[in-house]
């Protein structure tokens, strides 16, 4: 499964592990590579396109660790990317409040429906359940009979009637289930070679009928970008919950999988790999990402870095705080990171105590641009000492920032203020402090 995107993938991060450090040449030449990698893996264009400005744009901003190599740091960075298109956590199926739960199996013909069914009938019975299998596809004379062997296999019981009656089949089989305590329900249903107006019908019919609590669209994942095609067209009629992908244990080259989350904004809940009604597994986007990569030891090496790189970073910070050498342009690095994290009265709202201070007060993120414009018009040596900064300079940063001598002034002023406040405030936290001296600065 992927392997041939799997190897592209591995190519790319060797060329880059024998450069010294990341610049924004080797950048683009990886993201390059990967793009089309991804392309000949037949992922969605627009995906493959988003996929790589994201990568691209992650790299750029990331810190260099130097206890790690570049292309190690990098394939930590494709890695979570790749989990984030794939859905980043694994999702469940929504049980009932009220057994039974009512599980609708829908797709196109020879998608993997009925062997999904009996497999997500052993799983379920794994987990204690007990399930019911309908037979709802009543137009094939063999389709009752595949899935009623099948289900011999795993000895769940399977309802069917005499009656070519999809919608009847299906409601009698709740009732069936109701009566005989069965706290699942699972439907197999009739799939056509195209997407047809019949078959949607006859699903919406179903769906009505017996108001699932979970609808999931199986479809082959060898199918590549048709697959992700079919899953619009049947979402915009049926919206289901979620997706089964089949056939992965194939030779498929993995676009489907890794656009169709992207498309369709639903997740993947299942992967299907093998025709036998055991080989059913819940799928975990960042396990998937893993094996695509093949590389799942230098992702836990890059994440362990970088925490204890940012625990280094934490400590230095307050080491600087405590010995009155935070500098402009310390403070410059924390609003890069405070930025990333999302908008200031969001962060301050997740700051215990000063949440409460800062709970009335209008936060605009607006005001760091000028703060960030004046710093950034700085040399290296004048943030590090403001002191530096006589008439002469401060207007050449004023017309560098586009502001005015006196704002760089005030931020000057602001920012001594700040750094006194900081001092007295060790015992909160990193960002509590800089959310309070962010308050002072921005003047509200
Ligand atoms: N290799 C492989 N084969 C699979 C998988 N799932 C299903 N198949 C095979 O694909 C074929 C079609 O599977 P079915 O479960 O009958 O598909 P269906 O969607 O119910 O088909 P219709 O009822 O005709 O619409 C069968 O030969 C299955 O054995 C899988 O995960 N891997
Ligand atoms: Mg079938």
């Not at 890794?258 to 597994?281: A, Y």
């Given at each position: 499964?992927?392997?041939?995107?799997?190897?592209?993938l591995?190519?790319?991060?060797?060329?880059?592990?024998?450069?010294?450090?990341?610049t924004?040449?080797?950048?683009?030449?990886?993201?390059r590579?990967?793009?089309?990698?991804?392309?000949?893996?037949?992922?969605?264009?627009?995906?493959?396109?988003?996929?790589?400005?994201?990568?691209?744009?992650?790299?750029?901003?990331?810190?260099?660790?130097?206890?790690?190599?570049?292309?190690?740091?990098?394939?930590?960075?494709?890695y979570?990317?790749?989990?984030?298109?794939?859905?980043?956590?694994?999702?469940?199926?929504?049980?009932?409040?009220?057994?039974?739960?009512?599980?609708?199996?829908?797709?196109?013909?020879?998608?993997?429906?009925?062997?999904?069914?009996?497999?997500?009938?052993?799983?379920?019975?794994?987990?204690?359940?007990?399930?019911?299998?309908?037979a709802?596809?009543?137009?094939?004379?063999?389709?009752?009979?595949?899935?009623?062997?099948?289900?011999?296999?795993?000895?769940?019981?399977?309802?069917?009637?005499?009656?070519?009656?999809?919608?009847r089949?299906?409601?009698?089989?709740?009732?069936?289930?109701?009566?005989?305590?069965?706290?699942?329900?699972?439907?197999?249903?009739?799939?056509?070679?195209?997407?047809?107006?019949?078959?949607?019908?006859?699903?919406?019919?179903?769906?009505?009928?017996?108001?699932?609590?979970?609808?999931?669209?199986?479809?082959?994942?060898?199918?590549?970008?048709?697959?992700?095609?079919?899953?619009?067209?049947?979402?915009?009629?049926?919206?289901?919950?979620?997706?089964?992908?089949?056939?992965?244990d194939?030779?498929?080259?993995?676009?489907?999988?890794?656009?169709i989350?992207?498309?369709?904004?639903?997740?993947?809940?299942?992967?299907s790999?093998?025709?036998?009604?055991?080989?059913?597994?819940?799928?975990?986007?960042?396990?998937?990402?893993q094996?695509?990569?093949?590389?799942?030891?230098?992702?836990?090496?890059?994440?362990?870095?970088?925490?204890?790189?940012?625990?280094?970073?934490?400590?230095?910070?307050?080491?600087?705080?405590?010995?009155?050498?935070?500098?402009?342009?310390?403070?410059?690095?924390?609003?890069?990171?405070?930025?990333?994290?999302?908008?200031?009265?969001?962060?301050?709202?997740?700051?215990?105590?000063?949440?409460?201070?800062?709970?009335?007060?209008?936060?605009?993120?607006?005001?760091?641009?000028?703060?960030?414009?004046?710093?950034?018009?700085m040399?290296?040596d004048?943030?590090?000492d403001?002191?530096?900064?006589?008439?002469?300079?401060?207007?050449?940063?004023?017309?560098?920032?586009?502001?005015?001598?006196?704002?760089?002034?005030?931020?000057?002023?602001?920012?001594?203020q700040?750094?006194?406040?900081?001092?007295?405030?060790?015992?909160?936290?990193?960002?509590?402090?800089?959310?309070?001296?962010?308050?002072?600065?921005?003047?509200?």
């Amino acid at each position: 499964m992927f392997d041939d995107l799997s190897s592209k993938l591995q190519s790319t991060f060797k060329s880059l592990s024998g450069q010294s450090k990341i610049t924004e040449l080797n950048i683009a030449e990886a993201v390059r590579e990967i793009r089309r990698a991804l392309l000949d893996a037949d992922v969605n264009y627009e995906v493959a396109r988003e996929f790589t400005k994201k990568v691209k744009d992650e790299a750029l901003e990331a810190n260099v660790i130097t206890s790690v190599s570049p292309g190690q740091q990098f394939t930590k960075i494709v890695y979570d990317e790749l989990t984030s298109i794939l859905g980043q956590t694994q999702e469940d199926i929504r049980f009932a409040a009220t057994p039974p739960t009512v599980i609708l199996i829908c797709g196109l013909q020879g998608s993997g429906k009925t062997t999904f069914a009996g497999k997500l009938g052993k799983f379920l019975k794994s987990k204690g359940r007990n399930p019911l299998l309908a037979a709802a596809d009543v137009y094939r004379p063999a389709a009752v009979e595949q899935l009623k062997t099948l289900a011999g296999q795993i000895e769940v019981p399977v309802y069917s009637i005499e009656e070519k009656d999809a919608v009847r089949t299906a409601k009698e089989a709740l009732q069936h289930a109701k009566q005989n305590a069965h706290d699942v329900l699972i439907i197999d249903t009739a799939g056509r070679l195209h997407v047809d107006e019949k078959m949607m019908k006859e699903v919406a019919e179903i769906k009505a009928a017996v108001q699932p609590n979970e609808i999931l669209f199986v479809v082959d994942s060898m199918t590549g970008q048709d697959a992700v095609n079919t899953a619009k067209e049947f979402d915009a009629t049926i919206d289901f919950d979620g997706v089964v992908l089949t056939k992965l244990d194939g030779d498929t080259r993995g676009g489907a999988a890794l656009s169709i989350r992207n498309v369709v904004d639903k997740p993947i809940k299942f992967i299907s790999m093998g025709e036998k009604v055991d080989s059913l597994t819940p799928f975990f986007p960042d396990r998937m990402a893993q094996r695509i990569l093949g590389m799942g030891d230098v992702v836990s090496l890059v994440e362990k870095a970088q925490q204890e790189f940012d625990e280094d970073e934490a400590q230095k910070l307050q080491k600087k705080i405590k010995s009155d050498k935070f500098d402009l342009e310390d403070f410059y690095s924390q609003i890069q990171q405070i930025k990333k994290m999302g908008s200031l009265q969001d962060l301050a709202g997740m700051i215990p105590g000063v949440s409460q201070k800062l709970k009335d007060t209008e936060i605009d993120d607006n005001a760091l641009v000028p703060i960030e414009a004046i710093i950034s018009s700085m040399t290296p040596d004048e943030r590090r000492d403001p002191n530096l900064l006589n008439a002469g300079r401060k207007r050449r940063i004023a017309n560098g920032s586009g502001t005015s001598v006196r704002a760089v002034n005030d931020l000057l002023k602001q920012f001594s203020q700040m750094k006194k406040m900081m001092k007295t405030m060790t015992k909160m936290g990193k960002m509590g402090r800089a959310m309070q001296g962010l308050k002072n600065l921005t003047g509200k």
